[in-house]
Each structure stands twice: as structure tokens, then as C-alpha cells.
């Protein structure tokens, strides 16, 4: 069995029993199994690099750097979605713009992408690997230039994220 997998099923079956918190065997035994089916069907997708998972610092910069920042960007976000919804003139300029990215593992590049899609204005289209590139749709572009778009869009997080998963 791959380390992926045991740490996969360890996380699955630490989740399972915060959120059904009843210490009763029948509860444990549900889980287990659930946490073994889990870690079997999708314990080759979870990580490819499990030893990233023993440096304390990323915990550190997730919790305490990438989700304050996370929570404040989207309700900056939201309060710019309703305004432009509530303005009378309905001040928006969608379009699809290419953004660069730095990150080169699947799950930087995921939370990368998850994190622009949650913010209200924002939707991860398409994303080429290969060549870093993310096409994003956006409720007012600012910038059809890929370096200032990138600056608006990826900058806030990307950093953060290159520090946890790269």
C-alpha cells in the first residue's frame, strides 16, 4: 500500500469521527470501512509528494495566512458583486482574460483555481499545466494585458499557495 493511501485513510478516518462525533463502536466501524474505500478508490489521485506533509510551517501558513486572506478577499469580492448588482447602471465588463501562474503542482494549481472560482466575479475557465496559464472568466475586466490581469487576479494567493504545496 502507498504511503498516499495510509495518509489518505488516516485524514478520512480523523474526518469521519470529528464529524460524527459518537465514540460508539458502530460509528468507528462505519468510518473505518468508509475510510478504507476512500483511500482505495482515490488514494492514487490524493499526493504524489507525501513528505511535504510532515512540515509543520505549511499547516502554519494554511490556517493562519492562506484562509484569513481567503475569507477577507471573498467578502471584498461579494460586497463588489452586489454593488454592481444593486448600481442602476449595472456597471460590469465580462469577459475571458489568460492569467500566468508559477505553480506547478496539481494541487497548487487547484487551490489556485478553487480559490479564484469562489470569489463572486470570478471563474476559473480553463487551465493549460503545461505552459502555467489559467483562463479566467471575470465580471470587470480591468486589464486585457496577461501581466496586470495576473497581478489583479493571481498574485494575492499564489504566493501563499507556492509556500503550502510547492
Known amino acids: 500500500m502507498k504511503k498516499s493511501k495510509i495518509?489518505?485513510?488516516i485524514l478520512a478516518f480523523i474526518i469521519w469521527i470529528f464529524l460524527n462525533w459518537k465514540p460508539d463502536w458502530q460509528h468507528l466501524l462505519v468510518g473505518f470501512f468508509i475510510a478504507v474505500f476512500v483511500s482505495y478508490i482515490t488514494g492514487d489521485l490524493f499526493i504524489y509528494r507525501a513528505y511535504i506533509l510532515k512540515n509543520p510551517l505549511r499547516y502554519w501558513y494554511?490556517?493562519?495566512?492562506?484562509?484569513?486572506?481567503?475569507?477577507?478577499?471573498c467578502v471584498?469580492?461579494?460586497f463588489d458583486v452586489a454593488y454592481r448588482v444593486i448600481h442602476p447602471a449595472l456597471p460590469i465588463n465580462p469577459g475571458i482574460v489568460k492569467?500566468?501562474?508559477s505553480l506547478k503542482t496539481d494541487t497548487g494549481l487547484t487551490f489556485l483555481?478553487?480559490?479564484?472560482?469562489l470569489m463572486p466575479g470570478t471563474l476559473v475557465v480553463d487551465v493549460n499545466r503545461e505552459e502555467g496559464v489559467l483562463y479566467v472568466h471575470w465580471i470587470d475586466v480591468k486589464s486585457k494585458d496577461?501581466?496586470?490581469a495576473t497581478?489583479?487576479?493571481?498574485e494575492r494567493f499564489e504566493k501563499i499557495l507556492k509556500k503550502i504545496f510547492e
Open 7 to 9: 495518509i489518505l485513510f
Open 62 to 73: 494554511f490556517a493562519f495566512y492562506y484562509i484569513p486572506i481567503f475569507l477577507w478577499e
Open 76 to 78: 471584498k469580492a461579494n
Open 99 to 101: 492569467v500566468k501562474t
Open 113 to 117: 483555481a478553487n480559490s479564484i472560482t
Open 146 to 148: 496577461v501581466e496586470a
Open 151 to 154: 497581478k489583479i487576479i493571481v
